[in-house]
T-cell receptor, first 113, second 109 residues
Framework: IAGITQAPTSQILAAGRRMTLRCTQD?????MYWYRQDLGLGLRLIHY???????GKGEVPDGYSVSRANTDDFPLTLASAVPSQTSVYFC????????????FGPGTRLTVL | GQNIDQPTEMTATEGAIVQINCTYQ??????LFWYQQHAGEAPTFLSY??LDGLEEKGRFSSFLSRSKGYSYLLLKELQMKDSASYLC??????????WGAGTKLIIKP
C-alpha cells in the first residue's frame, strides 16, 4: 500500500453501538489526525497524535477516543454512537517537517440511525 | 473566535480564469494551505503560503497578505476536471489547522 488507508469505506450503525474506524499509513509520518466533515462546515479536528504513544484532543473530541500504539495505526472509536455523529470521517498524517502538509485518507462515511 | 471565510459557490467557464478568495481571523498564523476536494473524495494538497506574495504552480497560483488576513487561489485555463470544492486552511498558534467550509467551483462548457 502507499499512503493512507481507512476502513470501512461506509457503515450504517444503530445508535448506542460501539464502532471503531481504522486508519493506517505507510509513510512513516509522525503525526496523525482524525477529522469529521459535515455539509456547510469546515473540517473539524477530533483528535490528533504527534507521535506514537501520545494523543491530544481537537475541537470536537466528545464521544470519541483514539489510541496510537505504533507509528502506522490510529484507530478512532465511538463508544456509544449517536445520530449527531453521522458524518464523513477523514484520517490524515503529516511528517512534522518543512511545510508539515497533511495528507488525507479516502474517508469513512458513517450513518448512525 | 477563529474564522475562515470563503464564498460558498462560484461558477466559471471552461478556459477562463477564476479567483477564489479566503479571509481569516485566527489566533496566530503559521501558514495557509489550499486543498482541492472532488465530490466524494479526500482533500488533496494544492499549495502552501507562509510569506506574503504569490506562489505559482502550473495553472494554479496562491497569494497571501498576512497584514490583511487574506489569500486567494487563482486557477487559469479552467478545465472541466477543475470542478471541485476548494478548501482554505490556516495553521494557528497551537499549530492546528483551522478550515474554511470550502468553495464549490462549477465549471461550465
Amino acid at each position: 500500500i502507499a499512503g493512507i488507508t481507512q476502513a470501512p469505506t461506509s457503515q450504517i450503525l444503530a445508535a448506542g453501538r460501539r464502532m471503531t474506524l481504522r486508519c493506517t499509513q505507510d509513510m512513516r509520518h509522525n503525526a496523525m489526525y482524525w477529522y469529521r466533515q459535515d455539509l456547510g462546515l469546515g473540517l473539524r479536528l477530533i483528535h490528533y497524535s504527534n507521535t506514537a504513544g501520545t494523543t491530544g484532543k481537537g475541537e470536537v473530541p466528545d464521544g470519541y477516543s483514539v489510541s496510537r500504539a505504533n507509528t502506522d495505526d490510529f484507530p478512532l472509536t465511538l463508544a456509544s454512537a449517536v445520530p449527531s455523529q453521522t458524518s464523513v470521517y477523514f484520517c490524515a498524517s503529516s511528517d512534522m517537517t518543512g511545510t508539515d502538509t497533511q495528507y488525507f485518507g479516502p474517508g469513512t462515511r458513517l450513518t448512525v440511525l | 473566535g477563529q474564522n475562515i471565510d470563503q464564498p460558498t459557490e462560484m461558477t466559471a467557464t471552461e478556459g477562463a480564469i477564476v479567483q477564489i478568495n479566503c479571509t481569516y481571523q485566527t489566533s496566530g498564523f503559521n501558514g495557509l494551505f489550499w486543498y482541492q476536494q472532488h465530490a466524494g473524495e479526500a482533500p488533496t494538497f494544492l499549495s502552501y503560503n507562509v510569506l506574503d506574495g504569490l506562489e505559482e504552480k502550473g495553472r494554479f497560483s496562491s497569494f497571501l497578505s498576512r497584514s490583511k488576513g487574506y489569500s486567494y487561489l487563482l486557477l487559469k485555463e479552467l478545465q472541466m476536471k477543475d470542478s471541485a470544492s476548494y478548501l482554505c486552511a490556516v495553521r494557528d498558534s497551537n499549530y492546528q489547522l483551522i478550515w474554511g467550509a470550502g468553495t464549490k467551483l462549477i465549471i461550465k462548457p
